[in-house]
């Protein structure tokens, strides 16, 4: 059971909490030296106590858990190919962020989260959607702007909720879901319950004067908050280095005394091991914690990105040697030793709910128009 | 059956595009996320990925092919089982396709070209008739006059340009004019804007003066201050101006209201620019007009260009003005031509109205996008013999009312048109304005098309009731007119 944590004793307790984070991280968190299979971290020493850029070695996934995790990633995955097809075909309109490239990031953390814990997100959602629990055909409904979409169509790609799953948004503004996602955390507190709010952010998103405003307050109220964030090398065509002084995203909490980890988001195990430190670390009342996930996308920023500002070949190194799926499916076939048919069945299986969800959204009739009247005041 | 690959569209407002490029050639093997094809459009350039894999069966749209329609097939893949044979089948068969596009908005970007004669002064009348119900009975306009512009010299040449190469054209000048302007904001140095308007700019300026910033609005927006406080003339690009909303404390409490905190020693002379209010499909926190936000504030000057030719002469205007000015303009615009008059320092007064069209029986004030609506009415009017005139105010603050005023003399009607929420809206500010100043001349409540008092919905059917049309203005001069 998680000690209770009323405002005022985590007020009291806060300098306990620092060193008590210290030291659990000592034990639990593996130094840089034992990382190898990083996507794009050096391996360097560790600067303070309470950001260090570390790693979390890949624990070891069960054949239970190498399935899920690929059933879920690759579901996200083909989930994605086939909104892009839709847009392609006018289907989907507006603005479509994809989240292909980036799957371990939002399959490893939603793994050690438990019922109750919310999620929070920005416009490239679909994934975490999917990732929460949420039906593909209700979200790719959404995306086709439908009634039976998770938002009767109002909402789109870029806005979508589900208070069933605590799936909060879905937010078009960048950074604007940092300070949401530790309002979600200081709720938590306040209720006394052991949940924790899990915000994920892009690398641009890190560099908005909110995140900082935010930072401070979950540190000083001890909210049980993880920020995760999605360190995909660009904001849109922009990479890291040319947009931030300083480029690693971990150590961003420093001045608040917020641990901070650098994590292979390529290697859903990694996410995984980062993910259950932090949830621990937060539902035990000590506070914040930052994990920058090392991630890439491999699709342009959104579906009308000439995408000039990166090689192809730098987007096919990471596809050829990174793919968190691909990592997965050779787990699968050579440690649990699955034989290639059995993994084509479950590949067979995960396209026909995408082709099921497509048909569903393409089918489904438009919101009436009287829907444009509703759900802007909640009837007084 | 083989599988048709479709012409994808790129972009929220992609009708058509260059198939610039094929990467592969009949008889090759793909897999899902290799790219095929690269597609040109007026933006930019663009890769197309196979999303199913097989082999390529045959190529039906050429390289270099220009103006391929979104959703036509452009080549067949044959998947696993199929042959040569299938192919055949496929042709014989000619599937008939229904080519539903969802993501069609009424004013797509990517129009053709329009012909360089002054008729395209006006919009693209035949494509916004087109989604737009009763008025799309019109036939194409045959007047043709420039509407009257004392900045322009009898004799002038006009050229065809786009609102977005007469934006950059506009920069481009008064930065080689004025070694103190510059432009900064996020991606509009080496991704060559957004939106494409800073193009070419990084090239011509360098780095120095054509700045990539982080996302960071309320952070480069107070600098953009600071800097212009300190006698620099930044020109600070928003992405979209729902992003200004970041930003929104700088550019009021700081931008705007300093000069007077400062009893006049210390001016901002600064553009806020990029573009505003609803795109296509981009839903509530990214399709917001606002006009009547910016317009409610002293210190602050508002110019919302339709033409071409006006986002040209009013920029350079804005960015010679010791002021802090908000440049409203319109990614839906952003592709339309107009004929903007070749002349080497084309600049334009901040704060006065133009009648684009004469009439005597109704008066239409509109700005920006409205502009587009506001005149495919009163062409259709015309047809039913109700002749309007309608008034361009391109400066919303300072606000030409008396251009307004004299025409409503003549009229005795008025109808405005915006985008944005109806309550504090321009139009309402226009209505209390003529209610005080020209009582004695209205015959009818002066009434206003507006956006619907909704956030901006994503659902494409949803999205056309929410935005103001030609139908609801012709049926709002209809009622002040007593003609129904
Ligand atoms: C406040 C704000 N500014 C600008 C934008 C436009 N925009 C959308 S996504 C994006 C890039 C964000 O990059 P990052 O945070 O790294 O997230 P990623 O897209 O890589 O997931 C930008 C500039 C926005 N939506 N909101
Ligand atoms: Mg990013």
């Known amino acids: ?380 | 059956m083989p599988t048709e690959i479709l012409m994808p569209a790129l972009s929220p407002t992609m009708e058509e595009g260059k198939l610039a490029k094929w990467t592969v050639k009949e008889g090759d093997e793909v897999a899902a996320g290799d790219v095929i094809a690269e597609i040109e459009t007026d933006k930019a350039t663009m890769e197309v990925e196979a999303v199913d894999e097989g082999t390529i069966g045959k190529i039906l749209v050429g390289e270099g092919t220009d103006a391929v329609k979104v959703n036509t097939p452009i080549a067949l893949l044959l998947t696993e089982g199929e042959d040569e044979g299938d192919l055949k089948k496929a042709e014989s068969a000619k599937t008939e396709k229904t080519k539903s596009n969802g993501a069609a908005h009424p004013e797509a970007d990517e129009r053709p070209k329009a012909e360089p004669t002054a008729k395209s002064l006006e919009p693209d009348t035949e494509k916004l008739g087109k989604a737009d119900g009763p008025v799309s009975v019109l036939v194409a306009m045959d007047k043709a006059e420039p509407p009257e512009d004392p900045e322009v010299p009898e004799g002038t040449e006009f050229e065809e340009q786009t609102v977005r190469e007469a934006l950059r054209d506009a920069m481009a000048e008064e930065m080689r004019r004025d070694g103190d302007v510059l432009v900064m904001g996020e991606e509009v140095a080496e991704y060559q804007g957004a939106y494409k308007v800073t193009q070419g700019l990084l090239e011509e300026f360098s780095a120095r003066r054509v700045i990539d910033t982080p996302i960071t609005e309320h952070g480069f927006a107070g600098l953009g201050v600071g800097a212009a406080f300190a006698g620099l003339k930044p020109i600070v690009e928003f992405m979209t101006f729902n992003f200004a909303m970041q930003a929104m404390d700088q550019i009021i409490n700081s931008a705007a209201k300093t000069l007077y905190m400062a009893g006049g020693q210390m001016g901002c002379p600064i553009v806020f620019r990029g573009p505003n209010g609803a795109a296509a499909r981009v839903a509530a926190q990214h399709s917001q007009d606002y006009a009547g936000w910016y317009s409610h504030v002293p210190g602050l000057k508002v110019i919302q260009p339709h033409t071409a030719a006006d986002a040209k002469g009013l920029l350079k205007a804005a960015i010679r003005d010791p002021n802090p000015v908000i440049f409203l303009e319109n990614e839906i615009l952003y592709g339309q031509s107009f004929p903007v008059p070749k002349l080497d320092d084309f600049v334009l007064p901040i704060g006065k109205a133009k009648i684009a069209r004469k009439g005597s029986d109704a008066t239409i004030v509109s700005f920006g996008i409205g502009m587009t609506h506001a005149l495919k009415a009163a062409e259709a009017l015309a047809e039913e013999g109700i002749d309007c005139e309608v008034i361009d105010l391109r400066t919303l603050r300072p606000m030409d009312i008396d251009s307004v005023i004299a025409s409503v003399k003549k009229t005795g009607r008025c109808v405005t048109v915006e985008e944005g929420w109806p309550q504090n809206s321009v139009g309402s500010w226009i209505a209390s304005q003529l209610m005080v100043k020209a009582f004695d001349y209205l015959d009818a409540p002066v009434l206003s098309v507006t956006g619907k008092d909704v956030p901006m919905p994503y659902a494409a059917n949803l999205e056309k009731l929410a935005l103001p049309n030609p139908t609801e203005v012709v049926e709002a001069v209809k009622t002040v007119s007593y003609a129904k």
């Open chain 1, 1 to 380: 059971m998680a000690e209770a944590k009323t405002p005022s004793k985590g007020r009291g307790g806060r300098s306990t909490t620092r060193s008590g984070a210290g030291s659990s991280s000592r034990t639990s968190r593996k130094t840089a030296a034992n990382k190898t299979r990083s996507a794009a971290a050096k391996a360097e020493k560790p600067a303070t106590e309470t950001a260090e850029k570390s790693a979390f070695d890949p624990i070891v996934f069960s054949k239970d858990e190498d399935l899920k995790a690929y059933r879920e990633m690759l579901l996200v995955r083909r989930f994605e190919e086939k909104a892009g097809q839709l847009y392609g075909m006018g289907l989907i309109g507006g603005f479509c962020h994809l989240y292909i490239g980036q799957e371990a990031v939002v399959v490893g953390v939603q793994l050690s989260l438990k019922e109750g814990d919310q999620v929070t997100t920005t416009y490239r959602d679909h994934g975490h959607m999917l990732a929460t629990g949420m039906e593909p055909r209700g979200v790719m409904a959404e995306l086709t702007g439908r009634r039976s979409g998770y938002s009767h169509g109002k909402g789109g790609s870029m806005h979508m909720f589900s208070r069933e799953k605590n799936f909060f948004g879905g937010h078009g503004i960048v950074g604007a879901s940092v300070p949401i996602g530790t309002g979600l955390a200081f709720a938590n507190r306040y209720r006394e319950n052991d949940c924790v709010s899990v915000t994920y952010f892009g690398d641009g998103a890190a560099n908005q004067g909110q995140v900082y405003e935010s930072f401070n307050m979950a540190k000083l109220w001890h909210l049980p908050v993880i920020y995760v964030i999605e360190n995909n090398q660009y904001g849109m065509g922009t990479s890291v280095a040319r947009a931030s002084a300083t480029t690693e995203l971990c150590k961003r909490g420093q001045s608040f005394d917020i641990p901070g980890h650098q994590v292979d988001g390529m290697d859903v195990r990694a996410v995984k091991a980062a993910a259950d430190f932090a949830t621990e670390h937060a539902r035990s009342g000590k506070g914040p914690m930052i994990l920058e996930m090392l991630t890439y996308r491999y699709r342009g920023h959104s579906m009308s990105d000439p995408a000039k500002y990166r090689s192809k070949e730098e987007v096919q190194k990471m596809r050829t040697e990174h793919d968190a799926i691909e990592q997965v499916k050779q787990r699968l076939l050579s440690d649990h030793k699955l034989s290639e048919d059995e993994v084509k069945e479950i590949d067979k299986e995960i396209r026909s709910v995408v082709n099921d969800a497509a048909e569903f959204a393409q089918n489904d009739p438009e919101p009436d128009p009287s829907e444009l009247w509703t759900d802007i005041y909640v009837e007084a």
